[in-house]
Every structure is written in C-alpha cells, then in structure tokens.
C-alpha cells in the first residue's frame, strides 16, 4: 500500500495513465463542441446549394478553401454537419445512458438488496431483455411510431439497461453482508437510508464503467439505426444517417462515408477510453 | 446433473413465452396496425376491410391466444408483403444466416483466441498492450461503416470480393469479417483474462516442474481451464452475431434473416417482424441454454 502511495508521489493515477488523457480530452472535445456547435460551425447544416454539390474536401483536387470537408449531395457543408453531428451522438448517448441507468440500476439494486423471491424476478427480466434482440426491435418501434430524436432515446433507453442491472445486481449482494451495512442496520435506519447512503455511493465506481461501456453502445447503436433510415430523421445530421445519404456515392466519393465513420469511431474510443482507464483505477484500488 | 437440467429448461420455456407476449404486444402496441398496413393515402374502406381481412377486428386477448397456439406449432400465418406463409419464408433464409453467423464466430475464434493466450503470455508486455488495442479499436468499429470501407477497398480498388449477393463462398468472407469484428474484443479479453489466472495457478506450477513442452503447458493445462468461460461466451455472441446480422445483411445484401426483417420492417410485414424477433430470441433463449449445459459437462463445480 505505502509503495504505491510514494510511487504515485501525489500525482494522480489518472493523469498518468495515457489512456485516460486522450479518452477525456476526445470525449471533451465532443462535449465542448455539442453544447457550443452554433457558434463553431462555420456554415448552416442545413443550407441546401445546389449549385454546389458534392465538393470535395479542401486539401483534394476540386475542393475549396471555403468548405473545409467539402459539400454533400445536396450542397450542404459537410464539415458544419459533422460539428452538428457531435451534438446528436452525444445527446443520444448521455441522455440513453442516464434512462437505462435509472431503470437497470433500480431493477438491479433491488433484486441485490432483498434477494430471494425479487432478486428471481430481477434475474427473469435481465435474462428475458438480454433474448430480445434490441436492434430489431428498435427498429419495428421506428417503423410503427415514426423516427424521432425523442423515440430513439426511449428505445435505446428502454433496451440498454441489461448491463447496469447486473452489475448493479452483483456488486449490491456483495455489499449487503458487509460490516459497514451491518452497523448502518443496527443504528436503526431505514432501507431507503442504507440504499442511498451505503449502497449506492459503494457501488457508483462499477456503475460508471457501465455507464461509459452503454454510451458507447448507444452512439453506436443510433448511428446503424439511422444509417438504416430508421433511427434520427433527416435532414438532421446524425452521423449514421450521413453514412448512410453518401452510400449512394460511395464509390466516387469515399471521403463522404470516410469522415462521419471516421468521427464516430473516434468518439466511440474516447468513451471506452475513459471506461478502461476507470475499471484499471477501481483494480489498483480493490489490489491496496 | 437431471434437475440441473431441468431447472434450466424451464426458465428458459417461460422466457420463451414472455418474448412471445412481448412480440405480439410489440407490433399492437404501438399504434392501429391496420391504419400502418394500408398506409397513409388509405381510405375509412380499405382500413376496414384489412381489419376485417387480418382479424384485427377481434379482442386482443383472442388475437394472441389464436397466434400464441398457431406459434407454437410453428404456424407464423402469412405474409402480407410476399404473399406466403411465414414458416417458410424463415425457412429459406436461415441457411444463408447461420453461414454468415459460423462464418463470422470461425474467424472470431481463430483470431480473438490466439491473441488472448500471447497477451497473457506476455503480460504487461508491447505485446499484450498492442493486443489490448486491438480489442479496442474492435469495439469501436461501427460494423455497418466498416462493411463500406472494406466493400470500396477489396470490392472496388481491388476487385478481389464480390461486393454483394450470396453466390458463393466468396460474399461470405466480408460480411464474416465484419461480423467477427464485434466479436474479438470480448473474447480476446475474457481469454486473457482466463489464462493469466489460470498461469498463476498451483497446478501450472507443477507441470512447469514436471519439465513439460511449454506448448502442452498452455495448450493442455493452460488453455483447457481458461477455456471455460470462453465456450459460455462464444454461445453467447453467436446470439448477439445472429441479432446483429440485421445491419450487416442489409449492408452487403444478404437475402438472409436479417434482410428479411429489414424488408418486413419497412414494408409494414408485422407477422414476419413478430416471427423474425421470435425466432432470433429462441436461438438465443438456446444458445445460452446450451451454453450453460457444456458448462455444466466442462466443469463439474458448476453443477448446483
């Protein structure tokens, strides 16, 4: 324990460790640009010349200083729809995450904490969402309800929470038999205290890394359901979708598949980033 | 071992049975499935008449207990789109989809598995780091965009694959990359994972003693225990490959399951939508039953 301390010299764990500096500058990066994208992008994404379609990115032959990564099929500036692009992933991955964390950690606590008769239940709803085959079913809900930002959050939301329920599920039993719990129940609280002050804050880390793991997830996961026509509706520009319109030309313009694939994988390995550099600081902690 | 089995067996059946409800409720839910059928230039009559035509008209309760006993004789009803009976429809295209899920689960094993033993092997290692990045950069990939670069990169620039179709073995070869990318981290990782636990074990120790070849050392001993967990998660992902399959199919335009949901989907097909869900959960609900059973065979600890 000492030998790490000193080795550490007071310098964070974390700000040692590369994997974290790049996932938290991507994923701040992203971040800064989703809340500030009016002010950063340089043209209207949703300005449609057709006059000039299809231009190529500046440093290419045929491209112009004035659109940095070019036009798309309908004149739009590609580099301002990537921009805008960062906001909707971001949005569909935080507010997914914060919908199927409420529901799985909910599920997943209880079935921890009383065990027997709910924790079967709890087992029997996780084993039943996980035979579910999400991506099929969002995609029916879309069909059948319209495609919306809103609806893709909710479905994302109501599918992901598999994870969080049984990460949240294990890491409470461990937690309930412990002394700290025990002395919480003979100083004659309720449950809810012990749940919300014991239980909880113990378990937060291991929550977190899920949390980073379903962002991930759900980025993805809305960027193959637009790209199927069935997730974010035009003319917003999810990066998905982008891939998606340039499909039809990808054979003589690449770049327009190349950039938006390009800036989800990105973003998407910025939050697993962050999720790994989390789970190796929670090992040296459970190793001291 | 026999009420093991059992108990298993009927957790599963009552999985089973609610993901039938959920499928049902899936397509009744949300919204007047005869309003989504005739479409949106339909008239009052014709919205009637499909009602009338398809049962719709009928309580909910009687139109799932008629589909619920027609479901479970494998009696999906018929198409609306294609004009014939669902069970068949299923039936031809599974093929082309369990090839494209082995495909993709072959080229995951004989990839994630090896790198697994070497980051192991090698722990804290350039090696083991490199290893880790692979898994990362996997996990990352969005699986539809890949299927696209690989298609203008080897189908286009290089002419070597076709770039659609299912005539041959040859169109099974991207799609089952792609499909072996989601599949890699998580099994690159649980197996190094495994080995480095099981390397530091007693009885690793004695067969080093014992002045054994180091491949029997990791292969035999090694690898035989690690592997475990493993066979539970390759059954695993070969569900998650066959659910996933939907993107990869329309992608590369695989006329297999997947496709056929996409197809239904957009069409408004729901007793094929309501079968397709039904019958990717089922493999599923027996991926993991099966995989609990080789569990059970492999470790003997696990037989409660």
Redesign the interface.
């Known amino acids: 324990m000492s030998a790490v301390t000193v080795q550490a010299g007071g310098r964070s764990p974390l700000l040692s460790n590369w994997g974290f500096l790049l996932g938290a500058f991507i994923v701040g990066a992203c971040a800064i640009i989703a809340v500030f994208v009016q002010w950063i992008m340089p043209h209207d994404p949703f300005a449609i010349d057709l006059n000039r379609r299809l231009i190529p990115p500046s440093w290419m032959e045929g491209g112009t200083p004035l659109n940095f990564l070019g036009t798309d099929q309908l004149g739009r500036d590609y580099f301002s729809r990537l921009l805008y692009g960062t906001r909707i992933s971001m949005l569909i991955g935080v507010l997914t995450v914060i919908t199927s964390g409420l529901i799985g950690i909910t599920v997943g606590v209880l079935g921890g904490f009383y065990g027997g008769k709910i924790d079967d239940a709890v087992m029997?709803a996780i084993?039943?969402r996980?035979?579910?085959?999400?991506?099929?079913?969002a995609?029916?809900?879309a069909?059948?309800?319209g495609t919306s930002l809103t609806l893709v959050i909710l479905v994302l939301g109501l599918l992901l929470w598999d994870r969080f329920a049984v990460v949240a599920r294990s890491t409470t039993m461990q937690i309930r038999n412990l002394d700290y719990v025990a002395a919480a129940w003979c100083s004659g609280v309720s449950p809810w205290w012990v749940l919300t002050r014991e239980v909880l804050p113990n378990i937060a880390t291991h929550l977190a890394v899920v949390a980073t793991l379903e962002m991930?997830l759900a980025i993805?996961l809305e960027?193959?359901l637009s790209?199927?026509?069935?997730g974010v509706p035009a003319p917003l520009p999810s990066w998905?979708l982008m891939?998606s319109e340039a499909?039809e030309y990808?054979?003589f313009t690449?770049w327009m598949?190349?950039v938006p694939?390009a800036a989800?994988?990105?973003l998407?390995?910025g939050v697993?980033?962050l999720g790994?550099a989390l789970r190796d600081l929670m090992g040296t902690d459970l190793s001291r | 071992m026999i009420r093991f089995f059992l108990r298993r067996f009927v957790v599963a059946v009552l999985v089973a049975l609610t993901v039938l409800t959920l499928a049902f409720l899936l397509t009744r839910l949300s919204g007047d499935l005869a309003i989504s059928i005739a479409g949106p230039n339909a008239s009052q009559d014709d919205i009637d008449t499909i009602r009338r035509v398809y049962g719709l008209n009928r309580p909910l309760w009687v139109q799932f207990f008629d589909w619920l006993g027609r479901a479970v004789q494998g009696d999906f009803g018929e198409s609306y789109f294609f004009r014939d009976r669902v069970a068949k429809l299923i039936g031809e295209r599974i093929p082309i989809t369990m090839s494209l899920g082995l495909t993709g689960l072959a080229i995951a094993l004989v990839i994630g598995l090896p790198l697994g033993i070497l980051a192991a092997v090698r722990e804290g290692s350039w090696v083991d780091r490199a290893v880790s990045l692979v898994a990362l950069i996997g996990q990352a990939m969005p699986s539809f965009w890949l299927g696209l670069i690989l298609m203008i990169v080897f189908g286009l620039k290089l002419g070597w694959l076709p770039i659609s179709g299912t005539g041959s073995w040859e169109h099974y070869v991207m799609p089952g990359v792609v499909l072996a990318f989601s599949a890699i981290p998580s099994l690159t990782r649980l197996t190094r994972s495994g080995m480095i636990e099981v390397l530091a074990s007693d009885y690793i120790r004695t067969a080093r003693a014992k002045g054994l070849t180091r491949f029997s050392i990791l292969v035999k001993h090694g690898f035989r225990n690690a592997a475990i967990p493993v066979v539970s998660i390759t059954a695993v992902q070969l569900g998650f490959m066959l659910g996933g399959s939907v993107v990869i199919e329309t992608v590369f335009a695989l006329h297999g399951v997947g496709y056929l949901a996409w197809e239904s989907i957009s069409k408004n097909d729901f007793p094929v939508v309501q079968a397709v869900v039904l019958v990717l959960a089922l493999l599923y609900i027996g991926l993991t039953l099966l995989a609990d059973l080789l569990n059970a065979v492999l470790d003997p600890r696990l037989r409660t």
């Open positions: 029997f084993t039943t996980l035979s579910i085959p999400a991506v099929l079913v995609l029916a809900v069909a059948l309800r991930a993805l960027a193959a790209f199927l026509g069935l998905g891939i499909k990808m054979f690449p598949i190349i694939g989800l994988f990105v998407v390995m697993n980033l790994d």
